[in-house]
């Protein structure tokens, strides 16, 4: 049980924060005291826009420097024109998650044995530029198609981790998490479940008490793994929210993509790496960005990526350095990256 639980935020005030989030390009750089003229690229920003839109909460823009282009919160949300340009290599689906053999049921993929990913929602509370699934068919996988993915799961005996993603699993009410964690529960061969959700760095508001007590009541152990970035990210706000996940939580981890321009710096991962530490999460995964159409500028070279590892192997002690890797379509498991 969580104490003291009245230390959580109040049940609406995360939806009210959501419906007044930034929802353009304009809108957002108004808002951190920016505008187009600060950017080359914005000729075909409409276009983008129309493509994948842009959604920031407020409090995750607060976070910004006010009349800095380059700050590394804005870059990773900021839809700009450069996303629509045409580079090879590049793939609307990298990691070939729509295929027949990836999909057993609607809304469920497996990928790796042992485990399979519950699309949950099709929503997000911010939208990352640099998204792996920002092409992904959602409408092929509503959640009203959760009936046969739990189906799947149910039949599926090699199954022993369910892995909640989207979209954001979090955008789910309470009711509707609470019933999913009970049914995935009530499967025999079911051991963990795993959630993967970015709200609690971008919307901490969400960590109410009924989802605190949800997460805590599971008959199952809950891993939850956060997404960030950037040390920027983590404020006194994300880390009330982090202390009261970590007593409702078996474990608490983070993953976050090596980006270009962004947090492609050991300094930078290094101070990320500590900060998480003291909001009580764990270093988990370092990605490499996938080749996703419209990302192209986050990219970096894996010479890049390792010098930039080896410097946090010297400046981190060993629990708190992730594991930097690629998810490399059809493979067993994610690939770590070769160090030079």
């Not at 960005?289 to 500028?297: C, E, I, L, Q, R």
């Amino acid at each position: 049980m969580i104490t003291p639980i009245e230390t959580a935020w109040e049940p609406e005030l995360w939806r009210i924060e959501l419906s007044q989030a930034l929802r353009s390009a304009n809108d957002l750089l108004s808002y951190v005291q920016l505008s187009n003229a600060d950017f080359p690229d914005s000729s075909t920003l409409s276009a983008v826009e129309a493509d994948f839109p842009v959604l920031v909460p407020r409090s995750f823009a607060d976070r910004m420097t006010p009349g800095k282009p380059a700050d590394p919160l804005l870059r990773q949300v900021l839809a700009r024109g450069e996303e629509s340009r045409t580079v090879d290599g590049l793939s609307l689906d990298p990691l070939n998650e729509t295929s027949d053999a990836a999909i057993p049921a609607p809304g469920l993929i497996k990928k790796y044995h042992g485990r399979a990913l519950l699309i949950t929602t099709s929503g997000c509370a911010v939208h990352c530029r640099y998204c792996f699934r920002r092409h992904f068919p959602y409408e092929e996988h509503r959640p009203t198609a959760l009936a046969g993915a739990l189906d799947a799961i149910r039949q599926d005996p090699t199954l022993s981790e369910v892995i909640l993603s989207g979209g954001d699993p979090l955008l789910l009410d309470d009711r509707r998490l609470t019933e999913l964690l009970h049914n995935l529960a009530a499967i025999p061969h079911i051991r963990r479940i795993r959630i993967h959700t970015r709200i609690p760095v971008v919307l901490p508001t969400r960590i109410t008490s009924m989802l605190l007590q949800t997460l805590a009541n599971s008959a199952v152990p809950i891993i939850m793994v956060i997404h960030t970035n950037h040390p920027q990210e983590l404020d006194h706000n994300t880390a009330r929210a982090l202390r009261l996940l970590s007593r409702a939580v078996r474990f608490l981890f983070n993953q976050a993509v090596l980006l270009n321009g962004i947090n492609d710096s050991a300094d930078v991962q290094i101070a990320l790496c500590e900060r998480l530490f003291d909001q009580q999460v764990l270093p988990y995964y370092l990605h490499m960005p996938d080749a996703v159409v419209g990302t192209h500028h986050f990219l970096l070279e894996d010479s890049a990526a390792s010098v930039i590892y080896a410097k946090m192997q010297a400046g981190l002690p060993g629990f708190l350095v992730p594991k930097l890797v690629r998810e490399i379509a059809g493979e067993a498991s994610k690939s770590t990256l070769a160090l030079a």
